[in-house]
C-alpha cells in the first residue's frame, strides 16, 4: 500500500469517526433543545389559555355580559399583554369553530397585520388548532396554517370554546444545529486532513523502518542457507523456511502441519523422542541428526535447537537451525582415507620424509628417514630438528660452535617462517651413527595449515647419483659447459613448477579436478612452448617473445573452442628478446590473462563482439610494456587481484612483481586492461 492510499484510509476512517462523534452529540443536543422548545410552547399555550379563561369568568360577572361581549373583552385585554418571545418565527393564534370554518381571532405575532384567514375545519392545514378546538391539549410536530412545519403546543379554553396554540418554525429551532454541524463537520474534517498528515509525517520513519525491517527479515529467512523448522508442542510442523524444505526435497504446503517423525526412520525417531524430552525441561543443544528425504534418500544435518514457552513459560514448541552436513561428513570420511593411504604412502617411500611442528620439534619420521640417516623412530620424535641435524653432522663439524650457528638458524626460520634457503634442494655431507658417509639432497617447505604451522622436509640419499655423475662427468668433459647451462635452466623450471603446484594447493578449498588439471597443464604448457624455442634458437641466451606470445595466445584461443563471430583475437606484439628468466613468468601472465578473457570477460548471454588485444613493446631504454586488455563485462570493482582467492589473478600479480619486479595496473571500464612494465 503506497503514502496516498495510507492517507486516504486514515483520513476516511477519522473522518466516519468524528462525523459519526459529531452528528450523534448534536443530535443529543437537538432533542435537548426540542424538549425544552417543547416545554416553554407547553408553558406558553396553557398560559394563555387560563389567561383567557380568568378574564372570560371575570367579564361574565358583569351585568349586561354575553359571550360576545365577554369573548372580546378577553381577546383585547390579551393583546394588551407583553407578547413572550419564542423565537424569530414564534407565534400564539386564537381561534375558534365557525361553522365548518376554522376562524382566527387573534395573532400575538404578528398583531398589526390584517387578520388571518379562516380555513377549512377539515383541511390538513392548521392541525394544533383543530386539536384544540376537539378539547385537547399536548404537542405536536405538524403543519400550521400557513403550510410550514412547526413545533406546536395546543390548548382548550372551554369557557370561550377557543384554541389557543404556541407555535415555532422547525427550521428555525434546526437551524442553528445544521449550521453547528456544517461548521464542526468541516473544522472536524480540516483537524482530519491536518492530524492524519501530521501523524503520517510522524509515524511513516517509523512504519517505513518497520516495513524494512520485517522485509529484511523475510528476505533473510527466505534466502538464508541454513534450514529453519519450528514445531508445537505436538511436534507438528509449523513453520519451514525455503531452505529447509528444500533440504528435505518436499515442498511448504507437504511439509506444514507435518509431524516432526514423519521425516525419519525408526531410529531416528526414538532419537528424537529424547531430544524433545530435554527441550520439554528447557535445554537447547547443539547435535547431528539424520532425516530421510522424499525420495528416500538419508541426509546428515548439525541442529541448533532451542525450545519455545508461552507467555506463561511453559513449553509450546521448538526452534532448529538446520544444516546439511551430508558432504561434509563424507568429506571427513574421504579425509580419513585419505590421510590413510598418504600415511601408508610416506612409510613405503624410499625417501625420507620428516615433519616438525611450529617449535621444531620432530613429530614424523618414517622408515625412509631411518634408513638414510640411520635414526630410529623412537630416538628422534619429540626431539628438535637442530638436534637431530646435529647427530649426523661430519665429525669435523662437530662443535659447540656450530651447534649454536644451526639452532640460531633453525630457530629464527621457525619465529619468523622464512629463510633463504626454504623450497630449495640443499645438498649436503653426513656422518651416520655406524660412522657411515653419505651425500643427501634435502627441500625444507612450509605447511600453513587454517590453524596450525609445521615445516616438511624431504631427504633422498643421492650418495650413489653423485658417485655415477662423477663418473658421467668424466666421460663427458668437452660438453661439461652445456650440459650445466641446460641442468641450471630445467632445474630452474621444474622449480618453478614445484611452486605454482604448491600455492595452487593453498588455494584450493572446493577442488574442482578438472578445471585444476586444466590450468595446470596450459601452465606448464606455456613453459615448455618457451624451452622448445630455446632449444630450436642458435642461442641459448633468449627467445622472440613477441613472436612466442603470438603463437601462445592463438593456441589458447583455438583451445578454448572460442567462436570467431564473437570474440576477435588480436596480437600486436613486436620483437622483444627475453632471457628464460624474463620468458617463462611474462608467458604465464600471457596464459593466464588470456585464459581469464576466453572463459570469463564474454558470458553466454553477452550481445555485442568481443575483442581481446595483446601488445608488447620495448622502449629505447630496454622497458618492456605488456598489455593485455578485453571489453568484456570487467572485473568486479571490489576484486583485489593481490588478495583474491582465484590462483590466477594471483598468480599474475606474483609473477609481474616478485618474479619480473615490475610494475602491474589494472584498469577497469568498458572492460579490462592489465598493463605489466618491467626490465629484462
Not at 392548521?126 to 399536548?138: F, I, N, V
Not at 668433459?477 to 605454482?500: D, G, M, P, T, W
Request: with cysteine.
Amino acid at each position: 500500500m503506497n503514502n496516498r492510499n495510507r492517507i486516504f484510509i486514515l483520513i476516511a476512517i477519522f473522518s466516519v469517526i468524528v462525523l459519526g462523534v459529531t452528528w450523534t452529540t448534536v443530535l443529543v443536543l437537538y432533542h435537548a433543545s426540542l424538549s425544552g422548545q417543547q416545554d416553554r410552547l407547553v408553558d406558553t399555550a396553557q398560559n394563555e389559555a387560563h389567561l383567557i379563561e380568568s378574564v372570560a369568568l371575570f367579564a361574565q360577572q358583569s351585568p349586561n355580559a354575553n359571550p360576545e361581549i365577554t369573548r372580546e373583552k378577553a381577546l383585547d385585554y390579551v393583546r394588551d399583554i407583553r407578547f413572550r418571545e419564542l423565537g424569530r418565527t414564534g407565534e400564539i393564534t386564537v381561534a375558534r369553530k365557525n361553522g365548518d370554518q376554522i376562524e382566527f381571532l387573534l395573532n400575538r405575532r404578528y398583531p398589526n397585520e390584517q387578520p388571518l384567514q379562516s380555513i377549512p375545519y377539515a383541511s390538513h392545514l392548521a392541525e394544533p388548532s383543530r386539536r384544540a378546538l376537539k378539547g385537547g391539549s399536548g404537542t405536536l410536530v405538524g403543519l400550521d396554517y400557513r403550510g410550514r412545519k412547526v413545533l406546536a403546543a395546543y390548548a382548550y379554553a372551554r369557557t370561550l370554546d377557543l384554541s389557543v396554540v404556541a407555535k415555532i418554525d422547525l427550521s428555525e429551532i434546526r437551524a442553528p444545529f445544521i449550521r453547528a454541524i456544517m461548521i464542526s463537520g468541516a473544522a472536524a474534517l480540516l483537524a482530519i486532513v491536518f492530524g492524519a498528515a501530521l501523524f503520517f509525517r510522524v509515524t511513516n520513519p517509523i512504519v517505513l523502518r518497520l516495513a524494512e525491517s520485517e522485509k529484511k527479515y523475510r528476505h533473510l529467512i527466505e534466502t538464508l542457507q541454513e534450514g529453519i523448522w519450528a514445531i508445537d508442542e505436538k511436534s507438528n510442523t509449523t513453520f519451514i523456511n525455503p531452505k529447509m524444505f528444500e533440504m528435505l526435497g518436499y515442498t511448504q504446503e507437504e511439509m506444514i502441519g507435518k509431524h516432526l517423525f514423519s521425516f525419519m526412520d525408526e531410529r531416528g525417531v526414538e532419537l528424537a523422542k529424547e531430544n524433545l524430552d530435554r527441550r520439554k525441561r528447557g535445554i537447547r543443544e547443539q547435535h547431528d541428526f539424520e532425516f530421510i528425504t522424499k525420495s528416500g534418500k538419508r541426509i546428515t544435518t548439525t541442529l541448533e535447537t532451542a525450545p519455545l514457552t508461552d507467555d506463561r513459560g511453559r513449553y509450546s514448541g521448538a526452534l532448529a537451525g538446520v544444516i546439511d552436513i551430508t558432504q561434509r561428513k563424507r568429506a571427513e570420511e574421504a579425509l580419513r582415507s585419505s590421510e590413510e593411504k598418504f600415511r601408508s604412502i610416506i612409510e613405503q617411500s624410499s625417501d625420507g620424509i620428516v615433519l616438525t611442528d611450529d617449535r621444531g620439534k620432530v613429530i614424523e619420521w618414517n622408515r625412509g628417514a631411518e634408513r638414510i640417516m640411520g635414526l630410529h623412530r623412537l630416538d628422534v620424535l619429540g626431539s628438535t630438528l637442530w638436534d637431530v641435524q646435529f647427530m649426523t653432522a661430519p665429525q669435523s663439524q662437530r662443535s659447540e660452535e656450530a651447534y649454536q650457528q644451526l639452532k640460531s638458524m633453525l630457530s629464527e626460520f621457525f619465529e619468523t617462517r622464512k629463510a633463504s634457503w626454504l623450497n630449495h634442494i640443499v645438498e649436503t655431507e653426513i656422518q651416520r651413527l655406524d660412522d657411515k658417509h653419505r651425500t643427501i639432497q634435502s627441500i625444507v617447505f612450509p605447511i600453513q595449515l587454517e590453524h596450525e604451522f609445521m615445516a616438511g622436509s624431504i631427504i633422498r640419499d643421492v650418495t650413489e647419483n653423485k658417485e655415477t655423475e662423477a663418473k658421467l662427468k668424466s666421460l663427458v668433459a668437452e660438453k661439461e659447459l652445456l650440459l650445466r647451462e641446460i641442468f641450471h635452466r630445467v632445474k630452474n623450471n621444474f622449480q618453478i613448477i614445484a611452486s605454482l603446484l604448491n600455492l595452487q594447493s593453498q588455494n584450493v578449498s572446493d577442488p574442482k579436478a578438472l578445471e585444476v588439471f586444466r590450468e595446470s597443464r596450459d601452465r606448464i604448457r606455456t613453459m615448455s612452448l618457451i624451452h622448445e624455442r630455446l632449444y630450436r634458437t642458435e642461442s641459448l641466451s633468449g627467445i622472440d617473445f613477441g613472436d612466442y606470445a603470438h603463437s601462445l595466445a592463438i593456441e589458447l584461443y583455438h583451445s578454448y573452442a572460442a567462436d570467431p563471430s564473437k570474440i576477435l583475437l588480436k596480437v600486436d606484439a613486436k620483437k622483444v628478446t627475453l632471457g628464460l628468466d624474463s620468458a617463462i613468468p611474462c608467458g604465464l601472465i600471457v596464459n593466464e590473462l588470456v585464459s581469464n578473457c576466453l572463459k570469463y570477460a564474454f558470458p553466454k548471454d553477452w550481445e555485442k563482439k568481443g575483442r581481446i588485444e595483446i601488445v608488447l613493446r620495448q622502449s629505447a631504454k630496454g622497458m618492456v610494456k605488456l598489455t593485455v586488455a578485453d571489453d568484456g563485462k570487467g572485473l568486479p570493482e571490489d576484486l583485489d587481484i593481490r588478495r583474491t582467492k582465484s590462483l590466477g589473478l594471483h598468480l599474475v600479480a606474483m609473477l609481474a612483481e616478485q618474479q619480473l619486479h615490475g610494475k602491474l595496473r589494472v584498469e577497469r571500464g568498458n572492460g579490462t586492461r592489465y598493463t605489466i612494465e618491467f626490465t629484462p
